[in-house]
């Protein structure tokens, strides 16, 4: 399956960090799989995809206000969690065909990472594909008092690279991170997950 891109001129392009150009959601579920079997909940890899997009603590609570995860300390369970996902970050991989289309846009225009991640670890995932010198502006959770799916973070891109959000671009692969695109009145490239290198195990 291919990238259906619009045929018309775009100022700006804007990605998604996980599953858009790394194909970090293998790792991701491992450190899911491993911390919540730690606190005796399974979970399965068609609810983790359900999930995604969503920010660590709001799957965290999520699982302890409707599923019923008993957690002692919830910073505590976050911060293991991503720790967790740090000792995999080797093993992460370029989505190839969407790292390419930045890397062919670089220098040309301007280029923003959106991501509903942490910074600290969108930062680490940026490196481990050799993406970081690429984008002019990195927009993380931190950044915005609302994430996606709300369209915050995208308006902030768009402000930091000094262009109106119906001339960017976006790239994605989850339902919350088109809904904020569109939310923020910008056009929308979906990723699927066809083109991901691995698969989850």
């Given at each position: 399956m291919q990238l259906v891109i619009p045929e018309r001129a775009f100022a700006a392009f804007i990605f998604d960090c996980d599953g858009?150009?790394?194909?970090?959601?293998p790792l991701h579920f491992r450190a899911w799989r491993r911390i919540l079997a730690e606190n005796g909940m399974?979970?399965?890899?068609?609810?983790?995809?359900?999930?995604?997009?969503?920010?660590?603590?709001?799957?965290f609570e999520l699982l302890r206000?409707?599923?019923g995860l008993k957690l002692a300390d919830l910073d505590h369970a976050v911060l293991l969690k991503e720790r967790y996902f740090v000792d995999l970050?080797?093993?992460v991989k370029p989505i190839e065909p969407v790292l390419q289309i930045a890397r062919d846009w670089h220098?040309?225009?301007p280029l923003a990472v959106v991501s509903n991640g942490m910074r600290q670890y969108v930062e680490l995932t940026l490196t481990a594909i050799g993406a970081r010198d690429l984008f002019n502006t990195?927009?993380?959770?931190?950044?915005?008092a609302r994430a996606k799916p709300f369209p915050d973070p995208f308006l902030e891109a768009a402000r930091?690279?000094?262009?109106?959000?119906?001339?960017?671009?976006?790239?994605?692969?989850?339902?919350?991170?088109?809904?904020?695109?569109t939310a923020a009145g910008m056009?929308?490239?979906?990723?699927?997950r066809v083109l991901h290198p691995t698969a989850i195990h």
């Open positions: 858009t150009l790394a194909d970090t959601m399974p979970m399965s890899e068609e609810f983790f995809y359900e999930l995604g997009g969503k920010p660590t603590r709001r799957i206000d409707e599923y970050i080797h093993e220098g040309r225009a990195v927009v993380c959770v931190e950044d915005t930091r690279l000094g262009v109106s959000p119906d001339e960017c671009l976006v790239f994605e692969d989850s339902p919350l991170g088109v809904e904020a695109a056009q929308c490239v979906l990723v699927p």
